[in-house]
């Protein structure tokens, strides 16, 4: 298993609750994949969405997020944290 | 407070060791600029180091980088998170 950084642009004036509905709908099917979303941090002003994961590879993030709609610009792994 | 997502561009390579000691670095003098920095991610690969912290401004976090040696290439306010 290897954490992930995503990425997604063009979600200017995203809300804290669009932000939490999308979290939701990814943990709700993250288990298809064996991913989990850790956690999201969302940028209303620039339109960006930044999460972290774990799973088995960009691809399976990846796939989670496109079926929730929400398809990643970047995908990222971060092998190394503190 | 406000959170912060910032990065860091060019790190190709960074070790864990590497990410571990900026990052201590930066705890070292953080709370001069009212900053905390809460988690690092690197990605060794492309070079992306993300910074997760909270403070008063980005211009705040931008200095502790700046004392520190490793200046981010962007900072953004990250008002929501889950």
Do not use: N
């Not at 774990?54 to 995908?75: C, D, L, N, W």
């Amino acid at each position: 298993m290897t954490k992930f950084m995503d990425i997604h642009q063009g979600m200017e004036g995203i809300t804290a609750e669009e932000l939490k509905a999308a979290h939701q709908a990814d943990l709700a099917i993250e288990a298809e994949e064996g991913v989990h979303f850790e956690r999201a941090w969302a940028d209303p002003e620039s339109g960006t969405v930044y999460c972290l994961s774990e799973g088995p590879s960009k691809e399976a993030v990846q796939r989670i997020h496109e079926r929730t709609g929400h398809p990643a610009s970047e995908v990222h792994p971060v092998p190394y944290s503190v």
